[in-house]
């Protein structure tokens, strides 16, 4: 399946949508990309006038990329049909801040994917090739 | 096995998924894991990782099915084991 593809599946938009492109996306893993705009909603409150990326939406630029994306190629894989996700457990540890306009790249390892749930390592780094975020996602996909 | 002896060593599996708001004296063989324990769909896989991982089985997508209380889980693993 191309990546294109992938990306027209996801069920997301503007402004919860948190990927722009995506490299590489295989059985054992998914990786991609993303820019947090200047103007997104959430710096105008996070945090009064000093404006930084929330861990909640890091968690889920790299949840969209790493376990969305994948499980979405995984089920084409599979033949099933995708009807939705869900997150079901996020166990992430965040090393440097994320500012508005800075470029991140997202991996993930596949970890298993079994019964629908699917469980990856997840990586985010920064343009310097910083680890800006690592650590486990899991959801439901079918 | 017996399933009491199946079902010993169930419950530490169950345990380690249960919610923090159920208490574990409500565990009993009849229980429905995921109506009655709360046990949620996500975690009722990690259920069925650790009893392939404890009784050496493997879970099939027909076996998830039939999978709804702990009775139901020691019968699939009985039928597993004596194959």
């Known amino acids: ?59 889920e630029c790299m949840a969209q990329i790493g376990v969305v994306c994948l499980g979405i190629f995984l089920m084409e894989a ?30 993930s390892e596949k970890m298993y994917f079994r019964f629908n749930k699917l469980k990856c390592k997840v990586r985010m780094l920064n343009e310097k090739n910083e680890v800006v975020a690592l650590g486990e996602i899991s959801g439901m996909i079918g | 096995m017996t399933s009491e002896a199946i079902y010993a060593k169930l419950l530490p599996i169950v345990k380690t998924y249960l919610p923090e708001d159920i208490d ?5 063989p009849d229980s429905d894991l995921t109506k009655e324990l709360n046990i949620n769909s996500a975690h009722l896989v990690d259920v069925v990782l650790d009893v392939e991982d404890t009784f050496d089985v493997e879970f ?24």
């Not at chain 1, 893993?29 to 006038?49: I, L």
């Open chain 1, 78 to 107: 599979e033949i099933l049909k995708h009807q939705s996700v869900a997150m079901s457990t996020t166990n992430i540890d965040f090393y440097k801040p994320v500012f508005p306009g800075e470029k991140v790249k997202v991996v």
């Open chain 2, 24 to 28: 574990e004296n409500n565990i009993n």
């Open chain 2, 60 to 83: 099939a997508n027909e076996d998830m099915e039939k999978l709804r209380t702990i009775n139901d889980a020691i019968a699939i693993i009985q039928t597993k084991l004596n194959k």
């Open chain 1, 1 to 59: 399946m191309d990546l294109d593809n992938i990306l027209a599946k996801l069920p997301y938009s503007t402004p919860f949508l948190f990927v722009d492109s995506l490299s590489e996306v295989n059985e054992s893993g998914a990786t991609g990309f993303y820019k947090f705009k200047e103007d997104s909603f959430f710096y105008k409150g996070h945090f009064k006038n000093n404006p930084i990326t929330p861990g909640v939406i890091l968690t």
